[in-house]
């Protein structure tokens, strides 16, 4: 069993920044981070496989970066430009299969989840 635990949420302005971690208990793979904000369904944000390739949900592209560190088994999700609509609790999600990087923004394909970090974006 892998504990995803995350962290580095809060609140910011519009246009602001902010950076999440997530720091797992073990070995995985297959890395994503997912959102859902009060009353909608869950979404894939970004997602990053063992080799480092990424994808990113059209809404956030070239403004979050997702990039990990295989070493501390550690994921990170910088925010640029953040919108209000950006708000909602982020969630961090692993698996321990090597997922190719165009699956990673599916739920189904994740084993583990964290509890989840709020980041709220006022305008």
């Known amino acids: 069993q892998v504990q995803l635990v995350e962290s580095g949420g809060g609140s910011v302005q519009a246009g602001g920044s902010l950076k999440v971690s997530c720091v797992a208990s073990g070995n995985v793979a297959s890395m994503g981070w997912f959102r859902q904000a009060p009353g909608k369904k869950r979404e894939g944000v970004a997602g990053?496989?063992?080799?480092?390739?990424?994808i990113y949900a059209d809404s956030v592209k070239g403004r979050f970066t997702v990039s990990r560190e295989n070493a501390k088994n550690t994921m990170y999700l910088q925010m640029n430009s953040l919108k209000p609509e950006d708000t909602a609790m982020y969630y961090c999600a692993a698996a321990r299969a090597n997922w190719e990087w165009a699956f990673l923004l599916r739920e189904d394909i994740f084993t583990y989840w964290g509890r989840g970090t709020q980041v709220t974006v006022s305008s």
């Open positions: 990053i496989d063992s080799g480092g390739n990424t």
